[in-house]
């Protein structure tokens, strides 16, 4: 059972946008980042939204966050079939002092 | 380039201990807190232990008192001890570098660890 809550899996047709909701609380993304990761099948995480909103570089603007109060979520425009990844909230609990990932979300491109 | 590389997983018997260690290159090892995240086959990511440059130390609950994290600025090395292993962490562990405000920019390729008799 995760402190962040994702739905365990979205799909949408290419070209379409999908959208992924990461719920917490007032211990974690109520007062603290919330980064966003990707890992494709069989590679390791990949950074693609920090602090928020925030995207490293190489990153495409395909992909965009937001947050309020204790939910972020997860935009990606333009779907390709490239994008069909595992995706995951993350941020620190003040209750917990810790680290603590959601549960992850299946992209699955139709 | 940046490279994470971890070394030292492998089969283990229940009860055993395992060391890990993460050597780093193409950043400024010393100036970033570094992490062991692992994901168990079929599951998702799991945050375990970090330590910051000023060598403070978190662990996840799920390994406090049996894994102990730590870094070798001068080797631009990162370790994880892990003792009285059971089959629950049996994973793969990668090691994520953190440049601030607790996002993990670089991530090595993960080290396979089995915990079975």
């Known amino acids: 059972q995760s402190v962040l809550t994702q739905p365990p899996s979205v799909s949408a047709a290419p070209r379409q946008k999908v959208t992924i909701s990461c719920s917490g609380s007032?211990?974690?993304?109520?007062?603290?980042?919330v980064c966003w990761y990707q890992q494709l099948p069989g590679t390791a995480p990949k950074l693609i939204i920090y602090?928020?909103?925030k995207r490293p570089s190489g990153i495409p603007d395909r992909f965009s966050a937001s947050k309020s109060g204790t939910s972020a979520t997860l935009d990606i425009t333009g779907l390709q079939t490239g994008d069909e990844a595992d995706y995951y909230c993350?941020?620190?609990?003040?209750?917990?002092?810790?680290?603590?990932f959601g549960g992850g979300t299946k992209l699955t491109v139709l | 380039d940046v490279q994470l590389v971890e070394s030292g997983g492998g089969l283990v018997k229940p009860g055993g201990s395992l060391r890990l260690s993460c050597a780093a290159s193409?950043?400024?090892?010393?100036?970033?807190?570094m992490n062991w995240v692992r994901q168990a086959p079929g599951k998702g990511l799991e945050w375990v232990s970090s330590?910051?440059?000023?060598?403070?130390?978190y662990y996840a609950a799920s390994v406090r008192g049996r894994f102990t994290i730590s870094r070798d600025n001068a080797k631009n090395s990162l370790y994880l001890q892990m003792n009285s292993l059971s089959a629950e962490d049996t994973a793969v562990y990668y090691c994520?570098?953190?440049?601030?405000?607790?996002?993990?920019?670089?991530w090595g390729q993960g080290t396979l660890v089995t915990v079975s008799s």
């Open positions: 994520a570098g953190e440049p601030g405000n607790s996002y993990f920019l670089h």
């Open positions: 193409g950043f400024s090892f010393s100036a970033y807190a």
């Open positions: 330590i910051g440059s000023g060598n403070d130390k």
């Open positions: 007032t211990s974690n993304i109520g007062i603290n980042y």
């Open positions: 602090e928020d909103y």
């Open positions: 993350k941020t620190w609990d003040s209750s917990l002092s810790g680290k603590v």
